[in-house]
């Protein structure tokens, strides 16, 4: 059990405690609890295992019970108590912004909510007005929440969509009667979550194709199923909409679907100032009176936009951020793409939280194509990620030192660089001295505690740690979890000016989770002639395929191979590493 689970049950606890008219003081000792844990340098387990629960700040004689009891059983009776005191789906109502359990207990007890959706009916029908401290604005205020509530619970994450619909992609594909097949919408365009996923097939039987799909064991449910198309559900609620097309209107209706409508809005402009409309299925002349025109184009993507005067545009630019412009002057960029790629340079390995050893990190690496790659364990004051000490960083840089001899006495040509991802700690300070830094190939450098700092102390730590010249990189710019954590507070401009001024590089971070920088941001920072480095932040080998969300990623904020660190050389790195 980790320490930010353990936080959470504690925290749950205080909650419930508050909805149950609990005394502050009692309430306010539990959340303490969770606040310290939260914080915390080493595992709890540990703490337990040396029976040293009672020196952890906040912890007394009865909440260090119920840690050993949770440590010990998987659950705390007290907890499991207060739980059957009320609905299950009371607590839900706590995940909207703004609503504490102060305001749980007030409309529980006063009108029976026992739900979001209860909760959303009462202010809709301005019944929470009546209770002491709302009003119709706070009605307002708080449909709004519940409708950001709901949007963060209904999007999926591109790297949870993607991998499935490439699987629905392949098994049309191996169907005979099947043509063509394409994904399109905002999984196309790679959007960092996805509202629905939405794929495009042409066949020469559309109704068998169609048949076969609304019966794969994917789905969990049919929520339509047509002669031309299909609207399933997975498990996890993702929405799936199969269309059938003629094969003359494939390229026309892959555009049309692939929008984003913004951009399909530009081009439809564009369209009818050359007397030509676009739909879904074609792009037509425009006649007198009623008349259907001419197609002169639908069969393929690259003839819709030609039609229109414009090279090919790729679905990642699709977004009416100046593409169609830049195509127009013949000035759209070479996207980055995940073959430029030779290096990747966050990871981790069992020194610090990853799951495997330097070497087989450094083997998959190979695996997959690369030059190099850069192992960043984690510093020592993140002791809940096993940070290493000054002289395990050392021990670490003698191991690593070995294997590439190794490589190099086996005749491989693979190098592995030796970084550490440090954290600025909460004063601004490195988390390692300047001589471990030194000592190291490549500096990364990480916010993981403090989140809920205000900007100003935010930013002083960020200046301070990129005015240390052995800084090369700051990893996961913003902290933010997709749909789960916002961004601390960070000035993302002043932070870019920053970068350039001191010649760090800022990273866009893999992982499905995090995608940090995003997609704007890292556009603005190449504008400003910030270097970028794409890095998977891998914990364990698989996680090294995410490089591909990092690129999607990369491609939306159109970077070109040369933005980007480590698209370079193993030998043109290590000149970078010695940059200033
Ligand atoms: P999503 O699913 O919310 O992540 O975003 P999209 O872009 O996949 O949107 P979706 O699934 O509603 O529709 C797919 C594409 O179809 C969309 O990007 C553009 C096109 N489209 C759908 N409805 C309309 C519409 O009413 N007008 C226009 N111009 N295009 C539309
Ligand atoms: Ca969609
Ligand atoms: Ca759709
Ligand atoms: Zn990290």
Redesign the pocket.
């Known amino acids: 059990m980790t320490n930010a689970e353990i936080a959470a049950v504690f925290r749950e606890i205080a909650a419930l405690l508050e909805i149950d008219g609990a005394d502050t003081f009692r309430v306010r000792s539990y959340q303490r609890v969770a606040d310290s844990l939260e914080s915390l340098g080493e595992n709890v387990a540990d703490i337990y295992a040396r029976g040293e629960l009672q020196k952890i700040p906040g912890v007394g004689k009865s909440t260090a019970k119920k840690i050993s009891e949770l440590l010990d059983t998987g659950v705390v009776a007290a907890h499991q108590e207060l739980r059957a005191k009320f609905p299950e789906t009371l607590l839900e109502m706590l995940s909207i912004s703004g609503f504490g359990p102060r305001k749980v207990a007030l409309v529980y007890n006063e009108l029976g909510i026992k739900s979001v959706e209860e909760l959303e009916e009462a202010a809709e029908e301005g019944r929470l007005r009546e209770l002491q401290g709302f009003g119709a604005k706070s009605e307002e205020n708080l449909l709004r929440s519940i409708a950001l509530y709901r949007q963060g619970q209904k999007r999926t994450l591109l790297g949870s969509a993607l991998p499935r619909a490439q699987e629905l992609v392949k098994l049309l594909q191996a169907r005979d009667d099947v043509l063509q097949v394409s994904i ?3 999984l196309r365009r790679g ?1 960092e979550t ?3 996923m ?1 794929i495009l097939a042409t066949s020469t039987d559309a109704a068998g194709v169609c048949e076969f799909f609304a019966g794969l064991p994917q789905f969990s449910e049919v929520i339509a199923h047509g002669e031309t198309k299909v609207s399933a559900r997975f498990e996890d609620n993702l929405q799936v909409d199969l269309r059938a097309v003629e094969p003359e209107s494939f390229g026309a209706a892959l555009q ?6 913004a951009h ?2 530009e081009l439809r402009e564009r369209a009818q100032k050359r007397d030509l409309t676009i739909n879904e299925y074609g792009v037509f002349r425009v006649m007198e009176q009623d008349e259907r025109g001419e197609k002169v184009a639908g069969e393929t993507e690259e003839g819709v936009y030609e039609a229109v005067g414009l090279p090919w545009i790729p679905p990642e630019l699709r977004e009416a951020r100046g593409e169609i412009e830049a195509a127009e002057a013949g000035r759209l960029p070479e996207l980055i793409t995940l073959d430029d790629i030779r290096g990747d340079c966050q990871m981790h390995s069992e020194w610090s939280d990853g799951h495997t050893s330097i070497a087989e990190m450094a083997t998959a690496c190979r695996e997959r194509g690369y030059e190099y790659c850069v192992i960043t364990d984690h510093s020592v004051s993140l002791g809940v990620a096993g940070g290493l000490t000054p002289e395990q960083v050392q021990a670490e840089a003698a191991e690593i030192a070995e294997l590439n001899e190794k490589l190099r006495a086996e005749g491989i040509d693979f190098r592995v660089f030796h970084g550490t991802e440090v954290d600025i700690l909460a004063d601004g300070s490195l988390d390692y001295d300047d001589d471990v830094l030194a000592a190291v190939d490549f500096v990364i450098v990480a916010i993981h505690q403090g989140f809920s700092r205000d900007e100003q102390r935010i930013m002083k730590r960020l200046r301070a740690a990129l005015e240390n010249p052995h800084v090369d990189c700051v990893a996961h710019p913003t902290g933010r979890l997709i749909n789960t954590r916002e961004a601390y507070a960070v000035n993302l401009a002043e932070l870019i000016d920053l970068a350039a001024e001191h010649d760090v590089a800022l990273e866009i971070n893999a992982f499905p989770e995090r995608l940090d920088l995003d997609d704007v941001h890292c556009r603005l920072a190449r504008d400003r002639g910030v270097d970028i480095m794409i890095n998977t932040d891998a914990h364990d080998p698989a996680h090294l395929d995410y490089m591909q969300f990092g690129v999607t990623t990369a491609r939306r904020g159109w970077l070109e191979a040369k933005d980007v660190v480590n698209t370079r050389s193993a030998g043109e790195f290590e000149q970078w590493l010695h940059r200033k």
């Open positions: 399109a919408g905002s959007r996805i509202g629905d939405d049309y679907f692939t929008g984003s409508q399909n809005i």
